[in-house]
């Protein structure tokens, strides 16, 4: 059983900062990537940054050079750290596992329940 248990969202004021931590539980094969991504009120879904198991990151063109994802592999755990928080940014913000947890073969995608960013002007 694969777990991932969301910390860290609230309100904050445009320029402030927040860090995300997802604390990840359970017997995993393989980790493929992890991520963050988010929703706004009558929004898409979208990717805000990402890690591979190599190291690589990627982001999302509106929070590069402001937003950091960053993992402790002794604690099992990823973090966002969100800095110059703008209005625009608030949303709801996931947690997503990509792992294969019973063999080399396959993998699956696991996500955290989010967790409410909100940021006042």
């Known amino acids: 059983q694969v777990q991932l248990v969301e910390s860290g969202g609230g309100l904050v004021q445009a320029g402030g900062s927040l860090r995300l931590s997802c604390a990840v539980s359970?017997?995993?094969?393989?980790?493929?990537?992890m991520g963050w991504y988010r929703q706004a009120p009558g929004k898409q879904r979208g990717l805000v940054a990402a890690?591979?198991?190599?190291?690589?990151?990627n982001y999302a063109d509106s929070v590069k050079g402001r937003f950091t994802i960053s993992r402790d592999n002794a604690k099992n755990t990823v973090y966002l750290q969100m800095n110059s928080l703008k209005p625009e940014d608030t949303a709801v913000y996931y947690c997503?596992?990509?792992?294969?947890?019973?063999?080399?073969?396959?993998?699956?995608?696991?996500w955290g329940q989010g967790t409410q960013v909100t940021v006042s002007s």
């Open positions: 997503k596992l990509n792992a294969a947890v019973t063999g080399p073969w396959s993998a699956n995608d696991y």
């Open positions: 890690t591979s198991s190599g190291g690589s990151t």
């Open positions: 359970g017997s995993i094969f393989r980790i493929n990537s």
